[in-house]
């Protein structure tokens, strides 16, 4: 699924690298520079100067939609946006991702995915993209591939995927009903408990004292 | 959808983690709620794949799962720990069980993926994703009948509720995104939601 290229930029000592990753539907492709200046120390000299370590763009392409471009900021907010927007999927609790102000925002909508993106440059309308499931699917395993990828040295901004806390989790739809049965019975048995503290007891009549007997004497 | 393997793409190997903190540590019990959406989802493979329980089989061996799952009996009994079954057996999952499960969802979701792909893609013809959506509905419901314990609340409403096409179709939207390098870790996390 990968490509790796290597090629001679003009004028400049480094060659450039292009990391690409590629879906049915998208395409992700960075280029960049290996970080020369790493210190010999490091392990893996040899593989260093094939790492890309500055990244000077990337594009994405979701089939003939469209075509986006950017810088390691805007990499930085899609990979933040997408990664726990699908986190949530998988627990079937879909939760948007991304503020009105963030470069990339993520949320349901319809069936699909309202993917929106904001250019940093002025007067730029946001970019509305829907995806499919599928679509979504694509990109997620683009971008898991390039966080996998060992040529990768940039450091982007990723959480351990956590569980939902017991408030998160989308109640399960049989929960209230099974619920049902007994909380009936609790409250039946509470109102007859209340009515039958309401009727009055019978008056317990208290014993008289017995008029003494009349005595008959014996002759 | 069709009966055979698709061929596709096969990672013989666990792939590794995109963040080194695991999603939860292997001494943490999964939650029943988890064990019982681990279950339905192999059961979901077995409805997408008829060579689903074959397949299961080869991918242990492939995954080096062999000492945790050395037969299908030993697959089976793992099964068995969701209390949805109808022959549930108690006990937790061992943490190299529950691995194992783990690892055999994503290594099949990866397989079937292709296959998933077609299923939510709204590119497809819609006769003919429908005609697929009702072949897997079909076999899931089967299978679900023959194996689980349908006087479940649980099972009632996968099998006949109002909402049992939606239920069924987030089980196997899970399994698309849980393909993938990073389909592990976010199935991991998922299993253990309401743990913390």
């Known amino acids: 699924m990968t490509n790796f290229s290597l090629g001679a930029l003009g004028g400049l000592s480094a060659a450039k690298l292009k990391l690409q990753f590629e879906e049915s539907s998208c395409r992700l492709e960075l280029t960049g520079l290996p970080d020369v200046s790493a210190s010999p120390s490091d392990a893996s000299t040899a593989t260093a100067g094939q790492r890309l370590s500055i990244l000077t763009g ?16 805007h990499l930085q907010a899609l ?53 499919d499931d599928a679509e979504l699917a694509d990109l997620t395993q683009c971008l898991d591939q390039m966080l996998q990828d060992p040529r990768l040295g940039i450091t982007l901004p990723l959480a351990a995927p956590q569980p939902l806390r017991r408030r998160e989790q989308p109640r399960r739809k049989g929960a209230a009903t099974g619920w049902a049965a007994p909380a009936a019975a609790l409250g039946a048995l509470l109102i007859t408990a209340g009515l039958a503290m309401v009727i009055p007891l019978p008056e317990r009549k208290r014993p008289t004292a017995k008029p003494p007997a009349p005595t008959t004497s014996q002759r | 959808m069709t009966a055979a393997l698709p061929c596709c793409h096969h990672r013989s190997h666990r792939p590794r983690p995109l963040t080194d903190s695991p999603a939860h540590p292997p001494s943490r019990p999964l939650p ?25 089989l080869w991918s242990c061996e492939q995954l080096g799962l062999s000492e945790a799952f050395p037969d299908r009996v030993a697959l089976w009994k793992s099964r068995c720990r969701n209390p949805l079954r109808r022959a549930s057996r108690r006990g937790e999952l061992s943490s190299q069980e529950l691995q194992g499960l783990e690892m055999l969802v994503c290594n099949l979701a990866q397989r ?68 993938g390098p990073g389909g592990l870790q976010r199935l991991e996390a998922s299993l253990m939601d309401g743990s913390r």
Request: charged letters at 25%; hydrophobic letters at 40%.
């Open chain 2, 112 to 179: 079937l993926y292709p296959m998933l792909r077609q299923l939510f893609s709204s590119s497809e013809p819609e006769q003919i994703n429908r005609q697929r959506w009702e072949l897997f509905n079909g076999r899931y419901r089967e299978l679900i009948l023959e194996r689980m314990n349908d006087k479940r609340g649980a099972i009632r409403l996968l099998i006949d509720g109002s909402e049992a096409e939606s239920l069924r179709r987030q089980v196997v939207q899970t399994l698309l995104f849980c393909a």
């Open chain 1, 58 to 73: 990337w594009e994405l392409n979701l089939g003939q939609r469209a075509a986006l471009q950017g810088k390691l900021e």
């Open chain 2, 32 to 56: 029943r709620r988890g064990l019982e959406r681990l279950d339905l989802l192999l059961l979901a493979i077995e409805a997408l794949d008829l060579h689903g329980s074959e397949a299961m």
């Open chain 1, 79 to 131: 990979v933040a946006a997408v990664q726990p927007y699908v986190r949530h999927l998988v627990s079937n609790h879909p939760c948007p991702q991304g503020d009105p102000n963030s470069p990339v925002c993520l949320e349901p909508r319809g069936r699909g995915h309202r993917l929106q993106l904001r250019s940093s440059q002025a007067n730029t309308k946001p970019l509305d993209l829907q995806l």
